[in-house]
């Protein structure tokens, strides 16, 4: 009885030893990085706006000044025209590149003879600057709305494809024979074995999509269009109007990390095992 008391004690005593040791320890990491993130977006926001105000206003703007042309162009209702345009553009063309990108992918990884019958065209597409086709883009489509979602669907693409056909071919060929035993159908491997085995392979090519997509928006609407975010930029460059030329490249990098988080969101939620093992 002595023994299993003094047993008890030493259990206990050990169980608030750690729990004080975890009481003084460091705090979360993940809490401690949105203080230091917070902190270095401060000090860059402050010494832009001491640095920016010594500047000749046609070569660099700062925080306030592109703080007050964007209230502007809100007020105007250019900007959200503008962002609207964009986002029409941006979403269509990566949702037609995203279904397009993972039906090919899978298909390039499960079947070697369409691996074999395309490897070289994806290859030789992937390795050229697309942004050289902008010229041939415009002879086909013109300047208008087509040619926009065109470019954006071309530049995303490649990032999907690859990506899910990569994650078609690292499944492990011990499910597939596994499957193939149990005389399931090739639609059962697909669906029971192949698609969660690729998943996180596909959110990952989404994920690079969504900022190739982005990138395709805005050389689109350099080139073959006069509306749009990347319009704007081009109109208040050429104006000299470097404080309002800032507000729609500030819009489009706040516009790649909301996508990019709602992606990954996404992600964690249809692959919830993924971020579980990173953890």
Known sequence: MVDKSSGEAAAAAQQAGKEAIEEIGPAPRSKRAR?????????????????????????MSHPLAILASA??????GELQAALLESLRTLLIGFAAASAFGICVGLAIGRYETVDAATD??????????LIAIVPLVTLWF????????????ILTLFPVLINT???VRNVPAQLIELGNAFAATERQIFAKIILPAALPYMMTGLRLGIGRAIIGMVVAEFFTAITGLGAMIVKYGNQYDTAAMFVPIFVLMLLGIM???????????????KSAQED
């Open 35 to 59: 203080w230091i993130r917070l902190a270095s977006i401060v000090v860059v926001l402050i010494g832009w706006e001491i640095v920016g105000r010594q500047i000749n206003p046609l070569f």
């Open 71 to 76: 209230l502007r162009l809100i007020a105007t």
């Open 120 to 129: 070289w065209i994806i290859n030789a597409l992937y390795a050229t600057p």
């Open 142 to 153: 013109g300047v208008g709305f087509q040619a926009k979602v065109f470019i954006v669907f």
């Open 165 to 167: 056909s990569a994650g």
């Open 259 to 273: 996508l990019s988080a709602s992606v990954r969101r996404v992600e964690d939620w249809i692959a919830p095992w």
